[in-house]
């Protein structure tokens, strides 16, 4: 099994700050990388798959980049609707794993 | 527009059974992988089950293995997830979630709101 793991796990930070999760997996998965964004109560938000391309309808303040086994999610000027938890998720082989997660706060 | 609706949950006893329902509509649900995914209390998120457009291919978690079965009615735009001799650390709100047009290796781009399972006596 492919093992994720997310860093920072928490990180506490102002609106308008420059935000950046890296995710690294146990063995490449060729940009077989998603990240979601999950508020408390609510069900995961797509934001980016293929490691870097953007959802439709997420805001182009979210951005991603990496390739084989490091990756890296940037929100480039944060918003008060942005403080949730973030996931990355590899979908390059079954079973598919998630990173345990990062929660931005203030 | 695409929405997912989980039913099913519930408190169940250790050692017992519970059928979860996801009934789908916006897309073409038999040219769709579908998944479950669960996330226990204050914790992160697992993936549970896949299966293929078709029902012809599913796939499980070691933790579920032997103990859970997806399935999918095309015909009544629905997903399940049959689960028998559950435990305790099956407590988790499960979530289904649809994946890409036909491949089952895919990220997921709508979710259901969820559906809470509780195991405990």
């Known amino acids: 099994d492919i093992q994720m793991t997310q860093s920072p796990s928490s990180l506490s930070i102002s609106v308008g700050d420059r935000v950046t999760i890296t995710c690294r997996a146990s063995?490449?998965?060729?940009?077989?990388l998603a990240w979601y964004q999950q508020k408390p109560g609510k069900a995961p938000k797509l934001l980016l798959y293929?490691?870097?391309r953007l959802e439709s309808g997420v805001p182009s303040r979210f951005s991603g980049s990496g390739s084989g086994t490091d990756y890296t999610l940037t929100i480039s000027s944060l918003q008060p609707e942005d403080f949730a938890t973030y996931y990355c998720?590899?979908?390059?082989?079954?079973?598919?794993?998630f990173g345990p997660g990062t929660k931005v706060d203030i | 527009e695409v929405q997912l609706l989980e039913s099913g949950g519930g408190l169940v006893q250790p050692g017992g059974s519970l059928r979860l329902s996801c009934a789908v509509s916006?897309?073409?649900?038999?040219?769709?992988?579908m998944s479950w995914v669960r996330q226990a209390p204050g914790k992160g998120l697992e993936w549970v089950s896949a299966i293929s457009g078709s029902g012809g291919s599913t796939y499980y978690a070691d933790s579920v293995r032997g103990r859970f079965t997806i399935s999918r009615d095309n015909s009544k735009n629905t997903l399940y997830l049959q689960m028998d001799t559950l435990r305790a650390e099956d407590t988790a709100v499960y979530y289904c979630?649809?994946?890409?047009?036909?491949?089952?290796?895919?990220?997921?781009?709508?979710w259901g709101q969820g559906t809470l399972v509780t195991v405990s006596s």
């Open positions: 293929a490691a870097s």
């Open positions: 916006g897309f073409t649900f038999s040219s769709y992988a």
């Open positions: 979630a649809k994946g890409l047009r036909n491949t089952v290796t895919t990220y997921f781009d709508y």
């Open positions: 998720q590899q979908y390059y082989s079954t079973p598919f794993t």
């Open positions: 063995q490449g998965i060729s940009n077989s």
